[in-house]
């Protein structure tokens, strides 16, 4: 969703706000929030919620208090307290909501002190944040180049300045442990400013960079997922997906998080279901189930001496088989039971008017006869024309 201030440039090329996620509008950050309680006023006597939510680069977000009771609403640009210094953040939340995100993820304001909010952004404050914000990509390609340089096996993925300028977080993955100390010295002495090493996760990578999954869409942790559940691949066995590593890999190389988006809904509607490895005992033969349709509750089965052949049945019947077998008897055959799911295939369209065939222009063009004609008698006027040239000489 785009802000009003990524207009149309010159040329008709899109201008943009050229914030890459922090515009001033929060219409195009990543993880917004909707505060539906903002057009609600406070019972009397009721004083407003003294903490806000601040969002930083990306989808870092942390809590500050309001010790001078600022009036803040989503957008505002504050300078708020750091360990060394101020940093520059976005205000993405404020009044009660804060209360229930802050419960939600277990902090307590009386047992830790939080940090406050020193000011709002003034247009100096700003200038410095958005200069540090320019250098980013700079520093990061040369950052790279000198972990390559000492021969690191890591990958340094974004960097963040403070929003003072005074230090910079570099956020990297690896697999293993990495020795980063030599790192730091060079950076420092090539930048100028003081460093802090902050190893992620290739998931958290992802949420950090963001992206175009698979679906089209925006990736989910980088817009509105803001935890990470374990993603396990009998997930995708619930949900009769093919095991290809390939197709259920998103972006972070992990497994895709919208996995577990409808494992509930399959989870409900195996509860009743016989399981895959079922065998049914008849007197042709032991059958092996060699697919299921959870929705439309059938089962396909197939003889041990013939694979090639399935047969479908439904739930009910295939829960009464297994309830005969259980008292040792079978039955005679599943083409008794197969008969009742056979469901004649009805035509849905029909060419009644004489639409033409995808494959029409495939096929040369026939020449109708008036062309066949005209094309004799040129070439009979054109033969004759020389032969009286020739008499007249």
């Given amino acids: 969703m785009g802000c009003s201030s990524c207009s149309t440039g010159k040329d008709g090329q899109p201008k943009g706000c050229k914030n890459n996620g922090t515009c001033g509008t929060d219409g195009c950050n990543k993880l ?13 006597g009721e004083r407003p919620f003294e903490y806000v939510e601040v969002r930083f680069k990306n989808s870092r977000k942390e809590y500050f208090k309001n010790t001078d009771n600022l009036t803040l609403s989503i957008g505002d640009v504050v300078a708020t ?33 939080l940090p406050k909010i020193y000011r709002k952004a003034t247009q100096k404050d700003i200038d410095i944040w958005q200069k540090c914000r320019n250098r ?22 974004d960097v963040e300045f ?15 442990r990495v020795d980063f100390r ?7 002495k090539a930048f100028g400013i003081r460093i ?20 089209g869409r925006e990736l989910c942790c980088s817009t509105w997922l803001t935890d990470f559940r374990s993603v396990s691949t009998s997930a995708a066995r619930y949900q009769q997906l093919s095991l290809n590593p390939q197709k259920l890999a998103g972006q972070c190389g992990k497994l895709k998080c919208c996995l577990n988006y409808e494992l ?5 509607a195996l509860k009743d279901f016989p399981a895959q490895d079922t065998k049914l005992f008849t007197e042709k033969g032991i059958a092996f189930c060699q697919k299921t349709d959870i929705f439309k509750e059938l089962l396909w089965f197939s003889y041990k001496d013939d694979p090639s052949n399935w047969h479908v049945l439904s739930k009910d019947q ?5 309830e005969k077998n259980k008292r040792k008897d079978k039955v005679p055959s599943l083409e008794i039971y197969a008969v009742d799911n056979i469901v004649e295939d009805k035509v849905v369209f029909e060419n009644t008017v004489g639409q033409d065939s995808l494959t029409r222009f495939d096929r040369p063009k026939k020449k109708s006869k008036r062309n066949r004609n005209r094309n004799r008698k040129k070439n009979t006027s054109k033969n004759r024309k020389p032969n009286r040239s020739k008499n007249n000489a």
């Fill in 318 to 322: 295939v829960n009464e088989i297994l």
């Fill in 264 to 268: 509930d809904v399959y989870l409900d």
């Fill in 196 to 215: 802090e090493m902050r190893q992620i996760g290739y998931r958290q990578e992802a949420q950090r960079l963001g992206g175009i999954g698979s679906c």
């Fill in 136 to 157: 980013e990509e700079e520093i990061k390609k040369r950052s790279r180049e000198i972990a390559i340089i000492l021969k690191l096996q890591m990958k340094i993925s």
């Fill in 182 to 188: 030599q790192l730091i010295k060079d950076m420092a």
């Fill in 81 to 113: 307290q750091a360990q060394s210094g101020h940093d520059i953040g976005m205000v993405t939340l404020s009044g009660e909501l804060v209360r229930v995100q802050m419960k939600r993820k277990k902090i307590d304001p009386s047992k830790e002190e």
């Fill in 32 to 44: 917004t929030v909707f505060d539906w309680l903002s057009n609600m006023s406070l019972p009397n």
């Fill in 162 to 176: 403070q929003g003072d300028g005074s230090k910079a977080t570099f956020y990297y993955t690896a697999e293993d």
